[in-house]
């Protein structure tokens, strides 16, 4: 696939024919179908990437409701990680857990071998860092897999060229895909959306997100070991690396602004934004501690966005959005339960018995469903009953969206949607060819640290 043939493209073309091949693949939708072994519904699913999200998300496949679901293979780089995840599902999924010896794999093409175990139909989960999303989706819609993928999907303008070139071939083949932003399958924050579309706050104002925390994962990170190389560290410590999972922002504000863009029912068209380094001390990560991104939509509705990562400090994860008839509390203290909730005025409070509870109007009330469940309940439904799904666009644009901001931060300029989809800075470009052992997408400086973002000096490309 050649990024020069598409360099010029723009997100409405790429929309426009996203939307023709989905309703193409619609009315061909029964066709497509794909048949599992005569008498046998079971879906068959192989993990490629078994870190902390691959392991949840393999979990979560074998709880479903909607079918029987099996994991009969599992791919990885590292041996250690693969063995800390094999024991962890062996013990919850007796029943389930079919992976044996000779369908576990390690190695950089531990992704082919692992979907080949599979039959068209079955799935495949891409929890791996996201510089390798691109290599791996590929060969899933060669192998004509369903795919559930983890977000973010893209982490610049060319990864999200590929991803949405390639997905074409996807609807096509009627492949139902989904990607890991589980809060738009929450039922408090759906209710929540519907009601504000439909006007009960008025026209929405501002939307604010927040996800204002300590130290989180890999995000600050120390040089390596004595004798390990650097592409090993890079991979093993990937939220501190831009290519190998955007950084910061992209792994972790990804949620709070697809949350804000899914209030407003759009994706922004601009962004502006600052953060800094403190602290750091002997750490090689590319991440700033702390970000502030302001987002602008069409019509000229702002939503700003924060992000910490330093301890001792105020903490806060949620979204809210201010309309000219009240406000909304989408999420209220990280991805569940989200509490959403209604209020006629300004001032928000923490439910019914808060400090100003006339002015709650609605409130979801309920237990609610972890998102992360009901994400898989929906696309083995869709699998099962073979109606369209595929998230793809949707992550796609989420991803570009956060990318977005995440440069403004990082080169100190206003960049629009358009310019961030077409930039020429990918991150990773060989991440098909790399081998353990090898060179890096990412090399030290003569100082034994790598290249970080420098804001108002390097404002072309963020590092």
Known sequence: MSDKSSANASRRDFLKDSGRIAGAAALVGAAGRHVYAEGDETIRVALVGCGGRGTGAADNAMKVEAGRVELVAMADVFEDRQSTSFNALQNRHKDKFKVTDDTRFIGFDAYKKAMDVLRPGDIVILTTPVAFRWVHYSYAIEKGLNVFMEKP????????????????????????????????????????????????????????????????????????????????????????????????????????????????????????????????????????????????????????????????????????????????????????????????????????????PGKLVWEYGKPEPNPYQVEWEDIVTAIKNDTPYNEVERGAMASLVTAMGRHAAHTGQVITLDEMLNHEHEFAPDADKLVLGGPAPLAKLPNGKYPVPMPGITKKREY
């Open 153 to 356: 999907i893209a982490t610049e303008g060319p990864t999200t060229r590929k991803m949405l070139e390639l997905n074409k071939k996807a609807i096509e083949k009627n492949l139902k895909v989904g990607v890991g932003l589980m809060c738009r399958h929450c039922l408090s924050r759906g209710e929540a959306a519907k009601r504000v579309h439909d006007g009960e706050i008025g026209d929405v104002l501002n939307i604010r997100a927040y996800r204002m925390a300590g130290p989180t994962a890999s995000a600050a990170t120390g040089p390596a070991p004595d004798g390990m190389g650097d592409l090993e560290w890079q991979i093993r410590r990937f939220h501190a690396f831009l290519w190998a999972s955007g950084g910061a922002v992209s792994d972790f504000l990804i949620h709070n602004i697809d949350e804000g863009c899914w209030l407003k029912g759009a994706w922004p068209v601009q962004a502006k934004g600052s953060g800094g380094r403190h602290y750091r001390g002997d750490m090689i990560d590319q991440n700033f501690d702390s970000y502030s991104i302001e987002y602008t939509f069409e019509d000229g509705t702002k939503l700003n966005v924060d992000g910490r990562t330093i301890a001792g400090c105020h903490q806060d994860f949620a979204t809210y959005a201010q309309g000219s008839k009240g406000s909304v509390v989408f999420s209220t203290a990280g991805h569940l339960p989200a509490k959403s909730r209604i209020y006629s005025g300004y001032k928000v409070d923490k439910g019914k018995d808060g400090t100003d």
